[in-house]
């Protein structure tokens, strides 16, 4: 079956602009996260959700962030007033269940690059 | 906190040789292990995962990894490296103490290269 797709595949902005991110998880898939990963870095975790509601979101940066999952299937990273320190790959994964023990499928993921 | 590092941000061998690529969590309770794979502008692919019960995993591509607790690291090897192998591997890990199992922490990768 099909992946977990982000779209877009690349985006670019300037200082100050506003960006949303997609993340399209597998389907039946009940759990949601979003990592970022910097150049020459590992994934950091952002959010992840449960259903609807954002379970953990102790990862977003600042208040410039946020995710929002309405149906409980695509979400969408917001990302406000951007940064140029904001420039990274934004990875999005889904799992079927929650637990450490469930593998979590990452998407190819979004490179974001603010002028 | 819980960490997580992987010794060698670079690592190259020659084909058919082995391939040993190195992690160690901080932790005093044992966490979930993972190991992912990231080719070239592909997302991480699980490699393998140590959860409960038997130390030695075995994963796709002939890679296997053994969790040791007294020395609290899970290196990752495969006997006879191939040419494909060449990537980025990142070791992960998750725990109840570290926030929550669903939040993996990542070693910042160590990049594999094979040559002939």
């Known amino acids: 079956g099909a992946g977990v797709s982000q779209t877009p595949s690349n985006k670019v902005t300037e200082k100050g602009k506003y960006v949303e991110l997609r993340c399209d998880p597998i389907?039946?898939?009940?759990?949601l996260y979003w990592y970022r990963q910097s150049l020459g870095q590992g994934p950091e975790f952002l959010i992840y959700f449960q259903g609807t509601g954002a379970a953990d979101d102790s990862g977003l940066p600042n208040d410039r962030f946020f995710a929002v999952r309405p149906e409980g299937s695509v979400s969408t990273l917001k990302i406000q007033r951007t940064e140029r320190g904001d420039s990274a790959v934004y990875l999005c994964a889904s799992s079927l269940g929650t637990g450490g023990s469930e593998t979590q499928y990452f998407g190819p993921g979004t490179r974001l690059l603010v002028l | 906190a819980q960490s997580v590092t992987q010794l060698g941000s670079h690592v190259s061998v020659s084909e058919g040789a082995l391939v040993l690529l190195r992690c160690n969590y901080s932790?005093?309770?044992?966490?979930?292990l993972f190991w992912y794979v990231q080719y070239p502008n592909q997302g991480l692919q699980l490699l393998l995962k140590y959860t409960t019960g038997a130390t030695l995993v075995k994963g796709i591509n002939g890679f296997e990894a053994e969790f040791k607790k007294s020395e609290t690291s899970f290196h990752l090897t495969k006997p006879s490296a191939h040419m494909s192998d060449a990537a980025e591997y990142f070791c992960?890990?998750?725990?109840?103490?570290?926030?929550?199992?669903?939040?993996?922490?990542f070693g910042a990768g160590t990049r594999l290269a094979v040559h002939p």
């Open positions: 992960a890990v998750s725990g109840s103490f570290s926030g929550g199992y669903n939040k993996l922490i």
């Open positions: 389907s039946g898939h009940t759990a």
């Open positions: 932790s005093s309770v044992p966490p979930y």
